[in-house]
């Protein structure tokens, strides 16, 4: 098992230019999340999935998008970066909403 | 929004030593206290979790303490390590919303 992994690692924008963050995970769990972490305030909840086909906004979803289409993947997409998004971006799992949540590693992101 | 107030924001131990985190949460129906534990460019890991039906957990070095009339809980580490410095988050998980709501994180460092 890969557990969840994120693409990419790194990457630099330019403000307006638009991106999506992969996040698969191979455990078959229903539930997945975006969070976000800036220095000094812990994780962020961006957008959460129950299962494919259903989504939900987080505390801090304005600027985002996502979507989920099969089990295994849940993409966040940014349109129209801006500095303010400039944040390590962190996907995670669990099986059900009272269970364990896996992380990936993080995607960097800086917009300039 | 309900949150979870983590201190200190970052602390330093010699090897050996007890550091303790705090995290306070406000009055509302909770489900699941887990801390995750990060080191530098790698995702959160589940270190140690607890229910409040219950006063103490521990795993071998990790203890969790739990006050529901104080509404607050701690994490010790004892007799500390080099190795386990790294950045300590405490969380909430909502019974109501499934969610998880994190403190700020605590920095930690052990000196040899």
């Known amino acids: 098992n890969a557990g969840v992994t994120q693409t990419p690692k790194f990457r630099i924008l330019k403000i307006g230019q638009s991106m999506t963050l992969q996040c698969t995970q191979d455990?078959?769990?229903?539930?997945m999340y975006w969070y976000r972490q800036d220095p000094g305030m812990g994780l962020k909840l961006i957008y959460y999935s129950v299962g494919a086909g259903i989504t939900d906004k987080g505390e801090v979803p304005n600027g985002y998008n996502v979507s989920r289409s099969t089990t295994e993947d849940f993409p966040l997409r940014l349109e129209l970066a801006a500095p303010s998004q400039t944040s390590v971006y962190f996907c995670?799992?669990?099986?059900?909403?009272?269970?364990?949540?896996?992380f990936g590693p993080g995607t960097r992101l800086t917009v300039t | 929004q309900q949150q979870v107030k983590q201190s200190p924001q970052s602390l330093i131990v010699q090897k050996g030593g007890i550091p303790i985190i705090n995290c306070a949460y406000e009055n509302t129906a909770f489900d699941y206290f887990p801390w995750y534990q990060q080191f530098p460019g790698k995702g959160p890991a589940l270190l140690i979790a607890i229910r409040p039906d219950v006063s103490e957990k521990k795993e071998g070095r990790f203890t969790i303490s739990f006050n529901k009339s104080a509404k607050q809980f701690s994490l010790h580490i004892m007799d500390s390590q080099p190795g386990d410095s790294a950045t300590y988050f405490c969380a909430r998980l909502s019974g109501n919303t499934g969610k998880l709501i994190f403190g700020q994180g605590t920095t930690l460092q052990v000196k040899p």
């Open positions: 995670a799992s669990s099986y059900e909403e009272n269970y364990e949540q896996y």
């Open positions: 455990m078959n769990h229903n539930y």
